[in-house]
């Protein structure tokens, strides 16, 4: 069990349709990643959030959308869905070490979303 | 742009031998490099790490070479063990910068 949460696991939804996904950093982290494995694709960097501020943006596009609340937690939302859409979108947290570099990030299990 | 690559994306090996992944960038400004195990329903868990000041880090059965003229780094896993089965992802950073740019994995069968 990494300590970070994401919900929903699995959404179906349809092409069109507007979806947000959740994520609950591990306690005491204050940056969120959200990253998007689509299929035979690796982890594409989406954005992130350092204690509710946007700190670095990915390849996201204008559709989707994301934040980090006061109590760290945050949301990606996805709208105008297409059906290239679906992926699997995870979620990470983690503190910063020495140098500022990221160290090791801690993977939430994914939330899998289905376009129809 | 690709700028941390996995050309294989599958490799088989008998358990007890070494398994060997490669992973090449392109951005010269990289100099810290992970390991990310993945395994099928959950999300990436940390493996090892490198400093570009290192060309060598070790973990028990896991090393990771880092040859930063050639802009090539290895994960070795001695010996291998069914467990091991997984897809394993290499990743950079930039100095002073937290974002990670991840390879596309490649997917690991220990064959017992």
């Known amino acids: 069990d990494s300590g970070v949460t994401q919900t929903p696991k699995h959404l179906i939804t349809a092409t069109g349709q507007r979806v947000t996904l959740r994520c609950s950093p591990r306690?005491?982290?204050?940056?969120v990643y959200w990253y998007q494995q689509s299929l035979d694709q690796g982890l594409q960097f989406l954005i992130q959030?350092?204690?509710?501020?946007?700190?670095a943006k990915g390849n996201i596009l204008e559709r989707f959308s994301a934040q980090q609340f006061p109590d760290l937690h945050s949301e990606l939302n996805l709208s105008s869905l297409e059906l290239g859409d679906s992926a699997l979108y995870f979620c990470?947290?983690?503190?910063?070490?020495?140098?500022?570099?990221?160290?090791?990030?801690?993977f939430g299990e994914g939330s899998r979303l289905t376009v129809l | 742009d690709q700028q941390v690559k996995q050309n294989s994306p599958s490799l088989s090996v008998q358990e007890g031998r070494i398994s060997i992944l490669n992973c090449d960038y392109t951005?010269?400004?990289?100099?810290?490099f992970l390991w990310y195990k993945k395994y099928p329903a959950e999300g990436p868990t940390f493996l090892i790490s490198?400093?570009?000041?290192?060309d060598k880090n070790e973990d028990g059965r896991f090393t990771v070479f880092l040859n930063k003229s050639a802009k090539h780094l290895s994960l070795h896993i001695v010996p291998s063990q069914p467990g091991d089965s997984a897809v394993y992802f290499c990743?950079?950073?930039?100095?002073?910068?937290?974002?990670?740019?991840f390879g596309t994995g490649t997917r690991l069968t220990i064959i017992p």
């Open positions: 990470a947290s983690s503190s910063p070490i020495a140098g500022g570099h990221t160290g090791e990030l801690f």
């Open positions: 306690s005491g982290d204050l940056s």
């Open positions: 959030y350092y204690n509710g501020e946007e700190r």
């Open positions: 951005n010269s400004m990289f100099d810290y």
């Open positions: 490198i400093s570009s000041i290192k």
């Open positions: 990743a950079a950073s930039p100095f002073g910068n937290e974002k990670l740019t």
